[in-house]
């Protein structure tokens, strides 16, 4: 049952049957109270969020402690999703942007911005998480997102001003210094975990986004990393 069901708006009954005009008022404004009730109803029954900015599971923590001690109900959380226990009121859906916010992250709206982070977040899952890509980059997207590559890739573009193939270049190479810098791998394992063919490709690819070369980005040990957020 709707709000509009649960609470009825009674329209005088006074309007001469013949008066056009004013009945024709009636019948719009009904119309428009019953359209803004349906978006209330809709946004009554909402508890499944995309959120922006969520790149690794520390965030996901974060994030759900600071939900629990606003008082809402996580029912699952994980990488660029979250899910509550019960659907929220539009007044606590403003709370909870609120929290959100406050924390760092962003709850998406629109349907082609919460496209674009679920793009990045499987690039993020696929550099971080040692998965292997066993074809193209491009097939693994369309297969999880059930759309053409072509308008995934146009839409990634004009959103973030750069591709998704320069997305993927610059998440590895940030992963890579990341590697470099806990100094538990050789550079042919990192090239090895990042998905190049050769060492010399990784290196070359490398020294190309950094304008260092994987080698002397060791000895210097300078911190050029950049949060992957802000990629």
């Known amino acids: 049952m709707s709000f509009f069901d649960k ?8 309007l001469k049957s013949d008066d056009n005009q004013s009945q024709k008022f009636y019948d719009i404004l009904e119309e428009g109270i019953q359209t803004r009730l349906s978006i209330v109803d809709k946004r009554m029954a909402q508890n499944h969020f995309h959120i922006k900015n969520m790149v690794c599971s520390h965030c996901a923590e974060v994030l759900e402690e600071k939900l ?29 942007m609120n929290v959100v916010q406050k924390n760092g992250f962003e709850i998406i709206n629109d349907q082609g911005s919460k496209t674009v982070e679920q793009i990045k977040q499987l690039i993020i899952q696929l550099v971080r998480t040692n998965k292997e890509l066993t074809g193209k980059l491009s097939d693994y997207l369309s297969q999880n997102l059930n759309k053409e590559y072509q308008h995934l890739s146009r839409l990634f573009s004009n959103v973030e001003g750069k591709s998704i193939e ?15 810098v806990y100094g538990e791998h050789t550079l042919t394992e990192i090239a090895y975990e990042l998905g190049y063919s050769s060492q010399q490709h990784f290196s070359r690819q490398f020294k190309t986004e950094t304008g260092l070369s994987p080698s002397h980005f060791k000895e210097i040990k300078e911190n050029k990393r950049i949060s992957i957020d802000q990629i």
């Open 7 to 14: 609470n009825p708006i009674i329209f005088p009954l006074n």
């Open 68 to 96: 629990a001690k606003a008082e809402f109900n996580v029912k699952h959380i994980e990488l660029g999703e979250l899910t509550l226990s019960e659907s929220i009121s539009d007044l606590e859906y403003q709370r909870l």
């Open 166 to 180: 320069r997305y993927f270049i610059l998440q590895k190479v940030e992963r890579a210094k990341e590697l470099i």
